[in-house]
């Protein structure tokens, strides 16, 4: 079994409004040092071994449903999860 943590984000090319917003608080709640703020999504997702590359299932999930890969990226992280 595995435990795979996915971050998505827009690509850096897209106009990141919530992420601007955040920033403009934080500024005039006197965080000057906050210079920009990217918002994004964190997903866990729990995936039982298969005969299929995990990288691959992963892969396909993210495409097809996670993220949209026009305006946005993805990363993941695989754990291998020990079962007792």
């Known amino acids: 079994m595995f435990k795979v ?3 998505v984000t827009l690509r850096e090319s897209v106009l990141d ?3 601007k917003a955040v920033t403009n608080s934080l500024n005039s709640l006197n965080y000057k040092e906050v210079a920009d703020v990217r918002i994004g999504k964190y ?6 071994k298969s005969d299929r590359d995990i990288h691959e299932v ?3 999930i993210c495409t097809n449903l ?3 890969p026009v305006i946005e990226d993805y990363r993941y992280e695989v754990e291998e999860c020990v079962v007792q």
Do not use: C, R, S, Y
Request: proline share 6%.
């Open 58 to 60: 992963i892969n396909e």
């Open 43 to 48: 997903m866990e997702l729990t995936i039982e």
């Open 5 to 7: 943590k996915v971050f």
């Open 66 to 68: 996670l993220a949209n």
């Open 17 to 19: 409004p919530q992420g």
